[in-house]
């Protein structure tokens, strides 16, 4: 049987120069930020963000975008006319967001038929409750109905109390997204609703129509 001191000397790291310590730190580092950008490129793909915008970056977006995404303590809400760019500021938000955690987004319609073809099962909203950050696209677009009002004050109510990451994208001013969330006579779940999201930093988007500028 060896003794302790050639056991040990058995598994001495073996010396290296500086500059292989550094090359080796270089591969290293470049491993993991590849292992980053995989895992980035998969939570994406999983997200339900369409093709179009999945190439969408934060650079041209309104800072305030990047400014929360640096620090999302609160949901945001961009607001502003059609094709004034809030859906891919909204899209950069989420890939940005993907280095971290898990991103997903949808309409609210979406939803919906997602929750219906589970038969409103008790995971239905799993997926939307859960998620690292969310964005629920057109609200107050699409015609609204007992049951998307009812899922809406799901979400709304779950990720507010979580404190994940929401954005909500809208086309409308305060007054109007309130009124078109509205469903028969009892307003008690839209107040509800829009009391949280008055929680939500908004950016208003202005200007001209993006695809006409651009033809």
């Given at each position: 049987m060896g003794s302790l001191c050639t056991l040990t000397s058995a598994f001495e790291v073996p010396k290296r120069s500086a500059d292989e310590w550094a090359r080796?730190?270089?591969?290293?580092?470049?491993?993991?930020r590849r292992e980053a950008d995989r895992r980035r490129r998969e939570r994406v793909e999983r997200?339900?963000?369409p093709a179009r915008y999945r190439?969408?970056?934060?650079?041209?977006?309104?800072?305030?975008?990047?400014?929360w995404c640096a620090k999302?303590?609160?949901?945001?809400?961009?607001?502003?006319?059609?094709?004034?760019?809030?859906?891919?500021a909204a899209c950069a938000a989420l890939?940005?967001?993907?280095?971290?955690?898990?991103?997903?987004?949808?309409t609210l319609r979406q939803v919906a038929d997602e929750a219906r073809?589970?038969?409103w099962g008790e995971n239905a909203l799993a997926r939307y409750r859960n998620a690292g950050?969310?964005?629920?696209?057109?609200?107050?677009?699409?015609?609204?109905t007992e049951s998307r009002l009812s899922l809406l004050f799901e979400i709304v109510k779950a990720?507010?109390?979580?404190?994940?990451?929401?954005?909500?994208?809208?086309?409308?001013?305060?007054?109007?997204?309130?009124?078109?969330?509205?469903?028969?006579?009892?307003?008690?779940?839209?107040?509800?609703?829009?009391?949280?999201?008055?929680?939500?930093?908004?950016?208003?988007?202005?200007?001209?129509?993006?695809?006409l500028r651009h033809g």
């Open positions: 080796i730190n270089r591969e290293v580092a470049a491993f993991e997200s339900g963000i190439r969408a970056v934060l650079d041209g977006c309104p800072p305030e975008v990047a400014a999302p303590a609160r949901p945001l809400m961009l607001r502003g006319e059609v094709g004034l760019g809030k859906t891919w890939i940005a967001l993907a280095s971290e955690r898990s991103v997903v987004f949808a073809a589970a038969e950050a969310l964005c629920i696209d057109d609200l107050g677009k699409d015609r609204m990720r507010d109390e979580s404190g994940k990451p929401t954005i909500y994208t809208t086309n409308y001013p305060w007054e109007d997204m309130v009124r078109r969330l509205m469903v028969g006579e009892d307003i008690s779940l839209v107040k509800t609703i829009t009391s949280r999201l008055q929680r939500c930093l908004v950016v208003d988007f202005k200007g001209t129509d993006r695809r």
